[in-house]
């Protein structure tokens, strides 16, 4: 339903040049049928149908699109054994999965179980970035703790000794990774001695992704109500912007966000590699005995995660377990999406991977340059009204007044925004159809549309009240100085 995939290959597409209007949906779900995206699509392994009893009806097609076949550069194994189920989760720009296949997946090695004893629920272990794309010493990394799978570490010409300790199963392979970064906030560092014997939910997020601010009312409860049962959280936090890596962003973010469970901070990737992750979010399922019982990405099932922690807390000594599963309250950013109304993708604002991008001229990259608007956006198309300058990450105004404008359907509309400068906050305005918002104003705007940026981050500026139509969004900057990074939308 949203992913958010890291994608590590060379930033490609110059803004001005747009996506092909067949696209994937980025927040739509990957294992799904009819409705879970827009165009064809790439994948592979072997084809995998929509779980059982889980239905959408395609709100913009009505038909399902046909395999194209990826290409042969940087597919680590054609073999994938058995079903696949897809996670649901927001991803990078990339090309993309056909709807209900599992993005590329880590090949399981045959004979084989991954992770120290993981048999996985989809066959073919965890999704994963291109390997061609990864550096030989951040595969040395994940191998060296048991996590890159020995198909794998052939592939990328790992020396006989670390492919030994590829597949090597370890007590406490899993945990043994969360040592690679020093810096713990929310109290003291976890290592596999102080984890012993309990239950580890692992939970790779960034704070500034929709799809992990939207897991976070059940990580929080769960935190709650199985932590005096033997359920440690944690959060692995790895960045997608540069601003995530900064610790004092981080600290707040979690006194913001109410963060209750230790999170380590994940800046240089390296338990995200020796994970082999590439999805925001991402739950690894630790039990009492250090192996890895569990994997999924995405938003949603989140009954079915609730119930996979009570097993596994079940199987420690302890009180038993209450039936039932938690009570979840979400408001703001982090109530569930409107998925059957998202009928717009994520949109870059830099330079790097901006597309749809609807302003004569194109982005100029890394210079001033006055823009103006079309006569009129087509929908899920984007541009800019004022002075700019275009940096590869993000977009800055350099004037009062300057404007961004899209064309959009969907209940929210949300925008990963910052000061130029901290300490120097940025005023704006938004207009929905030329007009203030009023009911339909987002978390983080008045209904009269004013609100300011303060600190580097998503907001909330538009939360639809009334049936979802395509809309007209503008947001002008009363201030100069403001770095635009993305869009959003739920």
């Known amino acids: 339903m949203g992913v958010r995939r890291r994608d590590l290959r060379p930033l490609g597409r110059l803004a001005g040049q747009s996506r092909p209007r067949g696209h994937h949906h980025s927040q739509l ?33 009505g038909r399902r699109r046909q395999r194209r ?20 989760c927001r991803r990078r720009r990339r090309p993309q999965p056909a709807p209900g296949s599992a993005a590329r997946l880590r090949p399981r090695h045959p004979g084989r179980r991954p992770l120290g004893g993981l048999k996985p629920r989809f066959q073919g272990a ?6 061609e794309h990864l550096s030989r010493r951040d595969w040395l990394k994940g191998a060296a703790v048991g996590l890159v799978p020995l198909s794998v570490a052939a592939a990328v010409g790992l020396p006989p000794a670390r492919k030994a300790l590829a597949w090597a199963s370890g007590s406490s392979a899993a945990l043994d990774a969360l040592s ?14 102080t984890l012993a014997g309990k ?30 049962r033997g359920l440690v959280v944690i959060g692995v936090h790895t960045p997608e912007f540069a601003f995530e ?3 004092a962003n981080v600290r707040q973010a979690l006194g913001d966000l109410d963060v209750p469970f230790p999170v380590v901070l994940d800046s240089d990737w390296r338990i995200w590699r020796a994970y082999g992750n590439n999805a925001w979010p991402a739950f690894y399922f630790v039990g009492a005995d250090g192996k890895v019982h569990g994997h999924a990405a995405g938003e949603g099932d989140y009954d079915r995660h609730e119930r996979r922690i009570q097993a596994l807390l079940a199987e420690i000594p302890g009180p038993p377990i209450a039936e039932g599963l938690s009570p979840i309250k979400a408001v703001g950013p982090e109530a569930a999406p409107d998925f059957a109304e998202l009928g717009s993708p994520e949109s870059y604002i830099g330079w790097g991977k901006a597309d749809a991008f609807a302003s004569p001229g194109g982005l100029r990259q890394d210079a001033a340059k006055a823009y103006r608007l079309p006569g009129a956006l087509d929908l899920n198309r984007w541009g800019l009204s004022g002075e700019w300058r275009a940096g590869e990450e993000f977009t800055t105004s350099l004037a009062t007044g300057a404007v961004i404008a899209s064309r ?11 000061p130029d400068q901290p ?31 303060d600190r580097p981050r998503m907001y909330q500026l538009v939360r639809q009240s009334r049936p979802v139509v395509d809309r007209g969004f503008a947001i002008e900057f009363l201030d100069p100085g403001v770095r635009a990074y993305a869009f959003t939308f739920g």
């Not at 084809?47 to 959408?56: F, M, S």
């Not at 076949?69 to 696949?84: D, I």
Request: hydrophobic fraction near 35%; include cysteine.
């Open 423 to 453: 300490g120097r906050p940025v005023r704006y305005r938004v207009r929905l159809d030329g007009q203030a918002p009023g009911p339909d104003h987002g978390w983080d705007v008045a209904a009269d549309g004013t609100g300011v940026i």
């Open 408 to 418: 959009f359907h969907a209940r929210d509309l949300h925008m990963v925004l910052s």
């Open 69 to 88: 076949p990826a290409p042969a550069a940087g597919r680590l194994c054609r073999q994938v054994q058995g079903p696949l189920r897809a996670p649901r």
């Open 245 to 247: 890596k900064d610790l």
């Open 126 to 131: 965890v999704v994963v970035t291109r390997s």
């Open 199 to 228: 239950v580890v939910l692992v939970a790779f997020w960034t704070y500034s992704c929709i799809n992990s601010l939207r897991v976070l009312p059940y990580l929080r409860a769960w935190h709650a109500r199985y932590r005096d």
């Open 180 to 193: 690679l970064s020093p810096q713990w906030l929310n109290g003291p560092a976890q290592t596999p001695k």
């Open 29 to 61: 779900p990957l294992a799904a049928g009819p409705g879970a995206g827009r165009g064809p699509l790439r994948r592979a392994g072997g084809q995998a149908g929509p779980r059982p009893g889980h239905h959408r009806a395609d709100h913009h097609h």
